[in-house]
T-cell receptor
Framework: EAQVTQNPRYLITVTGKKLTVTCSQN?????MSWYRQDPGLGLRQIYY???????DKGDVPEGYKVSRKEKRNFPLILESPSPNQTSLYFC?????????????FGSGTQLSVL | TQLLEQSPQFLSIQEGENLTVYCNSS?????LQWYRQEPGEGPVLLVT?????EVKKLKRLTFQFGDARKDSSLHITAAQPGDTGLYLC????????????FGGGTRLMVKP
């Protein structure tokens, strides 16, 4: 089954404790992206990757890191989480990083930073 | 500041009623997508509109892209409880890689 898999689904952590949210897709997609979703703000893009070893900042990259060492994986790293990073996070992928491409989303990771 | 404004933010209606959700911007988009998101899940693409003035139908859902490609609407006829969810519009900025700007969403509840 074609899917984007995120882990964990839920995470509670404390300020400053490094964490990684994993994302994997099995569709051989070139493009992957991370979003955060906050009430009333829709989804805001954090980072994206056009292909292996190619990453770039989205609209809200501060406090986050990503890597794309393999085509299928695109982990999101919070080196020193802060309470304002409490949010619902989504990973997404598409065949290519261009207009009109259908984005496939994971089921989300609810992160709480205390 | 939201580049894409959706209205209304919340909508609660009875089964069988019609409704329209609006997505407005001062920016021109090369295309616009509509997604539906259910609790505990990621958004799922419903439709992509590309041409100014374009109308697409998906069963009881009708999507329209404004002539100037700055706005869009989603009309649901005879809403059903299964239509309940968060509806998101997303405009493509014709900037490869930073593909979509999302609206704030419209949360729809259809009561039986």
């Amino acid at each position: 089954e074609a899917q984007v898999t995120q882990n964990p689904r839920y995470l509670i952590t404390v300020t400053g404790k490094k964490l990684t949210v994993t994302c994997s897709q099995n569709m051989n997609h070139e493009y992957m992206s991370w979003y955060r979703q906050d009430p009333g703000l829709g989804l805001r893009q954090i980072y994206y990757s056009m292909n292996v070893e190619v990453t770039d900042k989205g609209d809200v990259p501060e406090g986050y890191k990503v890597s794309r060492k393999e085509k299928r994986n695109f982990p999101l790293i919070l080196e020193s989480p802060s309470p304002n990073q409490t949010s619902l996070y989504f990973c997404a992928s598409s065949r290519r990083g261009s207009d009109n491409e259908k984005l496939f989303f994971g089921s989300g990771t609810q992160l709480s930073v205390l | 500041t939201q580049l894409l404004e959706q209205s209304p933010q919340f909508l609660s209606i009875q089964e069988g009623e019609n409704l329209t959700v609006y997505c407005n911007s001062s920016s021109v988009f090369s295309s616009l997508q509509w997604y539906r998101q259910e609790p505990g899940e990621g958004p799922v693409l419903l439709v992509t509109v590309v041409t100014g003035g374009e109308v697409k139908k998906l069963k009881r859902l009708t999507f329209q892209f404004g002539d100037a490609r700055k706005d869009s609407s989603l009309h649901i006829t005879a809403a059903q409880p299964g239509d309940t969810g968060l509806y998101l519009c997303a405009g493509a900025r014709n900037n490869a890689g930073n593909m979509l700007t999302f609206g704030g969403g419209t949360r729809l509840m259809v009561k039986p």
